[in-house]
């Protein structure tokens, strides 16, 4: 499970500059409901990830006109914005797909008296909360500074994941049918704590006998077989594999997949790159 480091004021750009040397990374948006913000600002503590991972949210206000221009109920909306690794990409995303959120494209845009260049995101939405074609915003995603949530791999309790889990799930399963325009309660900074070096434990021998069997690999399951045989046969195709994600074919497959627990998307980096 991840420990979440809550950094005061903090950007994308700013917070994960060079990460990228240590591996492939991508952004996302999230557009929750107002009611889940809670849960998903602890969302990190529910995920076992294996690189930190950075999100931050954005309220709109000089913005609101805009938004609601497009259809968008801002006071009903959650925006989180995600920088996560591309191998963590699928555990992240896991939990809540399960519960029936949606991934799309939008296209974030300018609002007014605003200026930047458009910029295209992967989003998932809350099901409850449809996705519009384009979100105009004050400044890029990547560049605002905001209160960020810093999610580093590490152990932390199971009372707190299940309490975060319970949050959402109740959330998720409630109609959104009140705005919510309280402001949020100011958190408190996480303190470092520095590590005690722990003894080197000396090595036990064992004899050749003693040592644990080698287990086998798991199997694929059928739906993983499935994935594995559209993605070829969409290779062979002549598909590319960043354009597989958005063919009918897999979209179909991958949402019963994700349904039953495979980890799509961790599967999907593991065929491109076998590719």
Same mark, same amino acid.
């Given at each position: ?7 005061? *004021? ?30 998903l ?23 609101r006109?805009?938004?609601?221009a ?23 995303m ?9 991934r799309?494209e ?10 930047? $260049? ?21 400044? *890029? ?18 009372v ?7 949050d ?5 399963? *409630?109609?959104? *049918?009140?705005?919510?325009?309280? $402001? ?14 722990e ?10 006998? $003693? ?36 063919h ?5 497959v ?12 961790g ?9």
């Amino acid at each position: 499970m991840g420990e979440v480091e809550i950094v005061e *004021s903090g950007s994308l750009d700013g917070l994960t500059n060079g990460w990228e040397q240590y591996g492939a990374r991508t952004r996302i948006m999230m557009l929750g409901a107002r009611a889940d913000r809670h849960a998903l600002r602890n969302h990190g503590r529910t995920v076992a990830i294996e690189e930190s991972a950075v999100s931050v949210f954005h309220r709109p206000r000089a913005e609101r006109e805009d938004i609601e221009a497009i259809g968008l109920e801002h006071a009903l909306a959650s925006f989180q914005f995600v920088d996560v690794a591309m191998a963590d990409l699928g555990r992240w995303m896991q939990p809540l797909i399960g519960q029936g959120w949606v991934r799309g494209e939008v296209q974030i845009v300018p609002s007014s008296d605003s200026s930047f $260049e458009d910029e295209n995101w992967a989003c998932f939405h809350h099901p409850a909360i449809p996705l519009p074609e384009q979100i105009p915003l004050s400044e *890029s995603p990547s560049s605002m500074a905001r209160k960020a949530f810093v999610t580093h791999p590490g152990p932390i309790l199971d009372v707190a994941s299940d309490s975060a889990m319970e949050d959402l799930a109740a959330s998720m399963i *409630s109609e959104i *049918s009140q705005t919510m325009d309280e $402001e949020e309660p100011a958190l408190a900074p996480v303190e470092e704590v520095a590590a005690e070096l722990e003894p080197v434990a000396e090595p036990i021998p064992m004899t050749e006998e $003693e040592l644990p069997p080698v287990s086998a690999p798991q199997p694929e399951s059928p739906l993983e077989s499935e994935m594995r045989q559209v993605i070829s046969l969409l290779v062979a195709g002549g598909q590319e594999m960043g354009d597989i994600m958005e063919h009918p074919q897999f979209i179909e497959v991958s949402e019963r997949a994700a349904a039953a627990g495979v980890d799509v998307w961790g599967m999907f980096v593991r065929l491109s790159e076998e590719s």
